[in-house]
């Protein structure tokens, strides 16, 4: 739970706080400028209306950074990853059957964001440091909240135990 926390404050002060635009805003927006004047030379255009009268989707193309879908995809994938990793490792014989399932699901994760990308929802960029926000998270929350990685006293010696 803490974790949906986390990412919901994270991802919404990001996209309001950079409100870098989509790759599709201007598909969206339909602004009313004469795209003649920049033909022969770059022009930044300043004053516009979008002539889209559906607000709510003009608003969602100005949110791009950083991908929320990336982000709750990783934390989800990144965190049963070491969760398996954790609580499996002693109880599952084969040690191929771990890492096939970690490359499953961390491979889900990274699909959701190149599927992001590619219906032009976020930009490259958006996606790769959503990707990494998710797994800074997850790593976070399984470190310091989930504790599934402490250290125990063993006859007087530190040694790592899963429990």
């Not at 969760?83 to 040690?95: D, G, N």
């Not at 059957?97 to 889900?108: A, D, E, K």
């Not at 964001?113 to 490259?124: E, K, L, M, N, Q």
């Amino acid at each position: 739970m803490i974790a949906v926390v986390i990412i919901y404050a994270s991802t919404g002060l990001a996209k309001r706080s950079i409100g870098r635009l989509r790759p599709r805003f201007l598909a969206v927006c339909r602004p009313n400028v004469d795209l003649d004047a920049c033909a022969t030379l770059p022009l930044y255009i300043h004053d516009y209306n979008c002539t889209n009268p559906n607000i709510d989707e003009v608003m969602d193309t100005r949110v791009s950074f950083y991908s929320g879908h990336a982000v709750d995809s990783m934390v989800a994938a990144m965190f049963s990853s070491l969760y398996i990793h954790a609580r499996l490792s002693r109880t599952i014989f084969s040690h191929a059957v771990i890492p096939l399932l970690q490359f499953g699901i961390i491979g889900s994760s990274l699909f959701i964001g190149w599927s992001r990308w590619v219906d032009h929802s976020h930009h490259w960029s958006d996606v790769v440091i959503g990707q990494i926000v998710g797994a800074v998270i997850a790593w976070l929350i399984v470190k310091y909240v989930a504790k599934m990685f402490k250290l125990k006293k063993i006859s007087g010696e530190s040694k790592s135990q899963t429990p």
